[in-house]
């Protein structure tokens, strides 16, 4: 389901008093929808189309026969140009995952030829923006809550979401009920490199690894001792023209070798090693001098900190990395094309979500490319954070000129406090006495636990079964129990 959003003045429960007519294009559209797909018209009976997504498009139908039966169904008929692995994902997520902890799941799926239909009860919502400012502070952690526990649900099968907003999850205020949907860009989360090194290994690979470094150790030590000749049996001798031919050298140990390094322990052993090693280099150097050949050095690049990109730069390769996901809600590791992502992106999104609810503006981020959303988190968290995190990333951020953090409960309150927007004003809006008291005194855990979720280093930020346990909920949680009893 793909930002699917209705009016609750038109519920499935008013069509029946009065038939609605539709459109031609969407009337067209549902006619092709049964000439794809034969067994949609045999099951359902199309009522609408509710929502459109780049992917798919999502109709309203019920049961044809079976009239009495008023729960209606969402339809998601997916583009025929979907590649099949992307179905099988999403539908894997639905029937595995879907189903408990406000994770939506699959009733049916139908199929002919190309074209697939993936039935899903409907869920009955209304737009973020329309009740956004509705909300109490109450509200917001009960929204929170229920979105880290559905949040949760997905990461427990390692998988990453990738879309994350509040059009695919949706709440209806009505039921208080809440359903993450639309899993069209999820898939597995890959299996980190920090992740992969930081694992103990088996004693065979322990082995093996022991086996290779004393190998590169052996055939360096070798490589960098005194001249030798070979004599006719193949064997070396020191050589005659060598005054010290008649003294054992012993081979110039490799310093960047750990294993080296880790075995020696007597500091004046590895004086010793640092000194042979600083003459061989300048033995090394003088005979490149003598006979002419000038040393390797790698090509500099000629544009760093310049605005212009030099002939190196722009000879590399592109990056590949996933960067699927909605503009707005990019964590700063896709911003940034790291290819080492994990269901850190997922936290982010719910960050940014929970930044605009304290806030009250949506969408809080509005960029159009990747480097104008990257200045928006610059411009609110700081240049050198951003920075350190890019560091961690495997990536070296330039910016200029240098910007401080923004204190987040200083901002969201201020802009909560400040003017409504031109949505809200035309409507005639008006913020209930009661929504408004629950604002003034907002605790500190909030602004922590939001302060964790936006956390700009993927590697260090909060986990969703983490943030389950804040303080946040566990106080919220503690004042409830003192409030009923």
């Not at 699917?4 to 006619?31: C, F, G, Y």
């Not at 330039?398 to 910007?403: L, R, S």
Request: charged share 25%.
């Amino acid at each position: 389901m793909e930002s699917v959003d209705v009016d609750r003045n038109s519920t499935p429960s008013s069509s029946k008093k009065k038939a609605k007519r539709l459109p031609i294009d969407v009337q067209e559209e549902i006619d092709c929808l049964y000439e794809f797909v034969p067994e949609v018209e045999e099951h359902f009976l199309v009522v609408d189309k509710i929502g459109e997504g780049t992917f798919s498009s999502v109709f309203l139908a019920k049961m044809r026969h079976y009239p009495e039966i008023e729960q209606m169904f969402a339809l998601k008929h997916i583009i025929p140009t979907s590649h099949p692995s992307r179905i099988e994902g999403e539908l894997k997520c639905l029937q595995e995952i879907g189903g408990c902890d406000n994770v939506i799941g699959v009733e049916l799926c139908l199929r002919n030829r190309d074209h697939v239909v993936i039935v899903m009860q409907y869920f009955p919502h209304i737009k973020f923006q329309d009740y956004l400012m509705h909300m109490s502070f109450q509200d917001v952690h009960n929204y929170m809550y229920n979105m880290l526990l559905a949040l949760r649900r997905v990461h427990m099968f390692d998988m990453i979401h990738r879309d994350v907003k509040p059009s695919n999850f949706l709440f209806d205020r009505a039921s208080n009920r809440y359903a993450l949907v639309d899993f069209g860009l999820a898939h597995k989360a890959p299996l980190s490199k920090t992740s992969s090194l930081s694992n103990p290994s088996t004693p065979q690979a322990d082995r093996n690894k022991a086996a290779l470094s004393e190998q590169q150790n052996n055939s360096q030590s070798s490589a960098s001792t005194t001249p030798v000749s070979q004599t006719s049996k193949g064997t070396p001798s020191a050589s005659p023209a060598d005054p010290k031919a008649d003294q054992y050298t012993p081979p110039t140990p490799n310093l960047s070798n750990s294993v080296f390094v880790k075995r020696v322990k007597s500091p004046r052993r590895l004086l010793l090693a640092k000194r042979a090693l600083m003459l061989q280099e300048k033995d090394d150097v003088l005979s490149q001098r003598k006979s002419g050949v000038r040393p390797y050095r790698p090509a500099q690049c000629q544009c760093f900190g310049k605005p212009q990109i030099c002939s190196l730069c722009s000879s590399r390769s592109n990056q590949n990395a996933p960067r699927a996901g909605t503009p707005g809600f990019r964590s700063p590791e896709v911003l940034m094309k790291c290819p080492d992502q994990s269901t850190a992106v997922d936290i982010w999104s719910a960050g940014v979500i929970f930044l605009s609810l304290m806030s009250g503006r949506y969408p809080f981020f509005r960029a159009n490319d990747d480097l104008t959303a990257l200045a928006q988190i610059i411009s609110t968290f700081g240049s050198e954070p951003v920075k350190e995190a890019a560091k961690a990333c495997g990536k070296n951020l330039i910016c200029n000129p240098a910007q401080k953090a923004v204190d987040l409960r200083t901002m969201c309150m201020k802009l909560r406090a400040a003017p409504l927007s031109k949505h809200h004003t035309k409507r005639g809006f008006k913020i209930d006495p009661a929504t408004e008291q629950s604002w003034k005194n907002v605790p500190d855990s909030s602004f922590h636990l939001l302060s964790r979720l936006l956390d700009l280093n993927p590697y260090t930020r909060i986990t969703a079964a983490e943030a389950l346990e804040h303080p946040f909920f566990v106080e919220m949680a503690e004042r409830e129990a003192e409030g009923m009893s």
